[in-house]
């Protein structure tokens, strides 16, 4: 490491002080204000471990399920939860349930094609919740398999096993989706008028994970988090990761970055951290829970987690053109204080904004991943591997 830290402490040493119940612990927006007023020294001095999270809609999610042998036995061939397609290509009895994929012959899709109402994210919830699910399936019959079809009711607790496994969790930053076209837009991004009648953004601002270490120095493949209401781990890079973006002086990224895989015990979650979700003239999603402690290792490590949302900037994009037709253009950049001041300014208009992270749900992450560690429940882990492109950006 070329700088000499005037602070330094390990994960280890956190760890030892969680035990002894004399770790001190801050989620993002208590740390932030608390660097603004002593300076990232001093509180890297105070402060051991950050809490961060985020609530949000995110569509690359699911869960690999088995659901058991059946007498006589079975290899699936389809598969439907609560008529929504799960993908048998993977053994006998083991599944995967997209959260975007549809039910079949849903009823707004009867009416309004390319609306749905239910999909996997609302299996995965109504399972946490403990609600039964309908299981089908057919099969093309072996020796050893020869069962046909199957159909029964089944409950999370009576599979065998149950893994919220999410190929991209997390995003590092997102655009700001506007529509400059004359047409209402339905989008992943919610609903967006037409000329520039609102501005959406899916991202917590400093409470965000990833925002608080832009360079993935603290989080890599192992580490520890809040996942959908237990305890998770980020086990690779997520899908669309990358790592060389346009950043701030800081380092922060102003447009999407990395993401993570994430994952966890489905057994072990609540439903109020899973919640299904439709998004008008889109599709379904899955809004997910989500949080991770960052160390303070040093006075490096804790002026990034202090970071607060002026100093966290975020790409401005229009969705009637740019967006779906791949032009890299953006309409300036914005920060997480203006966009959580309810406006903002573009092309010289003032331009409501509208959060699809709910704040309020991203506060209560951070708080119970504090709780957590203050009171012994859960340990900081030191990541196994770093996530690609980490080494790419050598502690300043």
Known sequence: MAKEFKVRRTVEEINKKIEKGEVVVLTAEEFSKLVKEVGPVQAAKEVDVVTTGTFSPMCSSGAFINFGHTVPTIKAHRVWLNDVP?????????????AAEPREDDPLNRVFPGQFLYGGGHVIHDLVAGKKVLL????????????????????????????????????????????????????????????????NYATAGCLSPLLKDPYLKTIGIGTRIFLGGAKGYVVWAGTQHRMEVKRTEMGVPMQPAAT???????????????????????????????????????????EWAGLGDEDIFAQVV???????????????????????????????????????TSLIKSRQVAEILKEWIKNGEMKLTEPVAPLPGAELFPMR
């Open 260 to 302: 993570l895989m994430v994952l966890g015990n489905l057994k072990e979650m609540k439903p109020e951290w899973l919640i299904g979700t439709s998004h008008l003239g889109y599709g379904c999603s899955l809004a997910v829970g989500l949080g991770i402690p960052i160390p303070i290792l040093n006075e490096q490590v804790a």
């Open 136 to 199: 089908r399936a057919t099969a093309y019959g072996t020796h050893c398999y020869p069962r046909k079809s199957l159909e029964m009711e089944i409950t999370l607790q009576d599979m065998v096993n149950a893994v919220l496994c999410n190929p991209r969790n997390a995003y590092q930053n997102y655009n700001v989706a506007i529509n400059l076209g004359d047409k209402i837009l339905y989008t992943y991004m919610g609903i967006l008028k037409p000329r520039l009648g609102n501005a």
């Open 318 to 356: 229009d969705y009637s053109h740019d967006y779906p037709n791949g032009v890299k253009r953006n309409y300036g950049f914005v920060s997480y204080a203006e966009l959580k001041s309810g406006k903002i300014n573009i092309l010289g208009k003032e331009v409501p904004t509208v959060p699809l």
């Open 86 to 98: 799960a993908y048998a290509g993977l053994a006998a009895v083991d599944i995967y349930i997209g």
